[in-house]
């Protein structure tokens, strides 16, 4: 039977765009067909031009060594079918990987603890219900995949378990690298090196980066600070989930996976150039909040929209709109906020 043409253009649209994106996301009811294929079409040549450089620059190599134009390529972005191996390499996870060979596969095996395996199951069907690859219907389904690298990575890291948060970064790393090891070892990266503390049981690292944001909108934004303590509004209330899922099922997919090539590479402050990108680009709206309600309805919208859309452009800004951003004035200002969590908790 032929599909009945619609009369409205967008019909045409999304049967040429698809109600399924490129990682396997149904698109929403409202999804705006004409401008996501007109954005697209820009954004193609782009990932096209980029996609010649990178092969230029890998050459069929399967490593990569960290360096200035390195870096600079990462952050104009990393094509699709090159980003399992920059993500590896960069963060040291293929290291791992080369130095423990059948480590993950002895994880999977181990005796894993029920409470852990009860936690992680319960989970499994929240994680991602609008993609297709995560349904258990679909062959493969990754569902499968998901389970087990929870599990290993609960009793690798026992101190950290399972923390909910978790399943969404590992289903992401399964729908880029396809390969459970690689994401068993990408979560290790991330959650013991890049973002430490993160997903603790304590969770300090994630309070303490709270705070500091809060530090640098001061520093950087006195306005948005301002309305921020004239209304009693706590960080975590508006930022917590932008930095514990980084930023999944807050940006589009194409703009998280942008900004997970930068972290990759050059670690956590790329989450703080992104939160001070968003608010410094909407600090107006923020500041003619009248209420704290006001505030947590204008910090949902401020995610969503052209502005973060067009995932190149937004890259572009999140590297010059915050301004300078040292490892030396992140760690220092962790140091303080740390220290006075800590205080404020005991």
């Known amino acids: 039977m032929e599909k009945s043409s619609r009369s409205q253009p967008d019909g045409r649209a999304k049967d040429r765009v698809g109600s399924v994106d490129p990682y396997g996301f149904e698109r929403s009811e409202d999804f705006d067909y004409e401008s996501y294929e007109e954005l697209m079409s820009e954004y193609l040549v782009v990932l096209t031009r980029r996609s010649i450089k990178w092969s230029k620059l890998l050459k069929g190599k399967s490593k990569v060594h960290k360096n200035v134009k390195v870096k600079r390529y990462v952050r104009k972005g990393v094509p699709n079918e090159h980003r399992a191996l920059i993500w590896m390499t960069a963060s040291g996870a293929q290291d791992q ?20 395996v009860e936690t992680i199951r319960t989970d499994l069907n929240r994680t991602f219900p609008d993609n297709i690859n995560f349904r258990k219907t679909s062959s493969p389904c990754m569902q499968k995949s998901l389970y087990n690298v929870l599990r290993a ?13 978790m399943n969404f970064i590992a289903g ?8 459970e090891e690689k994401s068993f ?20 690292g994630l309070k303490t980066d709270q705070e500091v944001l809060g530090e640098l909108v001061r520093l950087k934004l006195p306005g ?7 209304h009693n509004v706590m960080w975590t209330l508006v930022v917590s989930r932008w930095f514990i899922c980084l930023y999944i099922d807050i940006l589009p997919v194409e ?17 703080f150039r992104v939160a001070l990108t968003l608010i410094h680009h909407h600090q107006a709206q923020i500041q003619q909040a009248q209420s704290l309600p006001d505030i947590c309805q204008i910090f949902k919208q401020i995610t969503h929209g052209p502005f973060v859309d067009e995932c190149h ?16 004035t992140l760690a220092k200002l962790r140091e303080t906020c740390r220290a006075r969590i800590i205080a404020e908790e005991s």
């Not at 990987?97 to 852990?116: I, M, R, T, V, W």
């Not at 991330?190 to 997903?199: A, H, V």
């Not at 703009?255 to 989450?271: A, H, M, P």
């Not at 915050?322 to 490892?327: K, T, Y």
């Open 97 to 116: 990987l080369e130095k423990n060979p059948n480590y993950y596969q002895s994880l999977l095996g181990a005796q894993h603890d029920p409470k852990l």
């Open 153 to 165: 990575y609960g009793h690798h890291n026992p101190s950290v378990g399972y923390c909910q948060g």
């Open 172 to 179: 992401y790393l399964l729908i880029i690298t396809k390969d």
């Open 185 to 204: 070892w990408l979560m290790d990266a991330l959650i013991g090196r890049i973002l430490p503390d993160y997903y603790s049981p304590a969770m300090l």
């Open 224 to 230: 948005v600070w301002q309305t921020m303590v004239d």
């Open 255 to 271: 703009t998280v996976l942008r900004i997970w090539d930068c972290l990759f590479y050059e670690g956590s402050k790329i989450l």
């Open 313 to 328: 452009i937004f890259m572009q800004k999140i590297f010059t709109e915050p301004g300078s951003l040292s490892m030396t």
